[in-house]
């Protein structure tokens, strides 16, 4: 498909071997190329984005269920809160841009798992971004993930907050593993930037929570 906005919006249930092409540029709170919202119990698998995703360097508060505008990714924007979202196989070759930015996802509130995902696509962020999962509010499994190859080096490059080469940011209280990551993306914050948090697979881990790293 080739489509000018998100292929989906909202979005449940089991998708496979889907391409998406062309661009998505969104002034939504949220977007993704195959679609801007989980809202269900989802199973994602095979889906292959060359669009790129551009959204807004601003966000601004939100009271509904998903906090914050301001979110994408190349895969999905975001997900409710609740739900388990399964996401594997996946691959982004798209440039990402906005505010929260992932090459797979912008930012999750679910209970996640990603296997087997990979970006070759530049992710440029204002708050987070990351070659896979910008930011995660809940447990997680990041399982055989990799940003970029031996011959492609994505630039990750964020202006304010917090970057990695996987996973950007994980909120507060949460738990969850990282197993067998690769990152060979170019990963830059501004030297001027608030807090400033990089790192090759995670950015900044949650103060409170328990994250392990497996393999290499």
Same mark, same amino acid.
């Given at each position: 498909?080739?489509?000018?906005?998100?292929?989906?919006? *909202?979005?449940?249930?089991?998708?496979?071997?889907?391409?998406? =092409?062309?661009?998505?540029?969104?002034?939504?709170?949220?977007?993704?190329?195959?679609?801007?919202?989980?809202?269900?119990?989802?199973?994602?698998? %095979?889906?292959?984005?060359?669009?790129?995703?551009?959204?807004?360097?601003?966000?601004?508060?939100?009271?509904?269920?998903?906090?914050?505008?301001?979110?994408?990714?190349?895969?999905?924007?975001?997900?409710?809160?609740?739900?388990?979202?399964?996401?594997?196989?996946?691959?982004?070759?798209?440039?990402?841009?906005?505010?929260?930015?992932?090459?797979?996802?912008?930012?999750?509130?679910?209970?996640?798992?990603?296997?087997?995902?990979?970006?070759?696509? /530049?992710?440029?962020?204002?708050?987070?971004? +990351?070659?896979?999962? %910008?930011?995660?509010? /809940? /447990?997680?499994?990041? =399982?055989?993930?990799?940003?970029?190859?031996?011959?492609?080096? *994505?630039?990750?490059?964020? +202006?304010?907050?917090?970057?990695?080469?996987?996973?950007?940011?994980?909120?507060?209280?949460?738990?969850?593993?990282?197993?067998?990551?690769?990152?060979? %993306?170019?990963?830059?914050?501004?030297?001027?930037? =608030?807090?400033?948090?990089?790192?090759?697979?995670? %950015?900044?881990?949650?103060?409170?929570?328990?994250?392990?790293?497996?393999?290499?």
């Amino acid at each position: 498909t080739t489509p000018s906005r998100p292929l989906f919006d *909202p979005f449940e249930g089991t998708a496979k071997h889907f391409t998406t =092409e062309c661009s998505v540029t969104s002034n939504a709170d949220r977007a993704g190329a195959f679609c801007n919202t989980v809202v269900g119990d989802t199973t994602l698998s %095979g889906i292959i984005n060359k669009a790129s995703v551009t959204g807004s360097m601003s966000a601004t508060a939100k009271s509904d269920d998903l906090g914050v505008s301001g979110v994408y990714g190349g895969i999905i924007g975001t997900t409710l809160k609740s739900i388990n979202v399964t996401i594997e196989s996946c691959e982004n070759y798209g440039k990402i841009s906005g505010y929260d930015a992932g090459g797979i996802a912008g930012k999750t509130h679910c209970k996640l798992t990603v296997k087997n995902c990979k970006n070759f696509g /530049d992710i440029d962020s204002f708050d987070v971004g +990351a070659g896979i999962i %910008g930011w995660t509010w /809940d /447990d997680y499994t990041i =399982e055989g993930c990799v940003n970029g190859s031996k011959t492609v080096s *994505p630039k990750i490059v964020n +202006a304010d907050d917090c970057a990695g080469g996987i996973v950007a940011y994980v909120s507060g209280n949460t738990t969850g593993t990282i197993k067998n990551c690769v990152n060979y %993306g170019k990963i830059s914050i501004d030297p001027n930037a =608030e807090k400033k948090s990089a790192g090759g697979i995670m %950015g900044r881990p949650g103060a409170k929570g328990t994250h392990n790293y497996e393999g290499r």
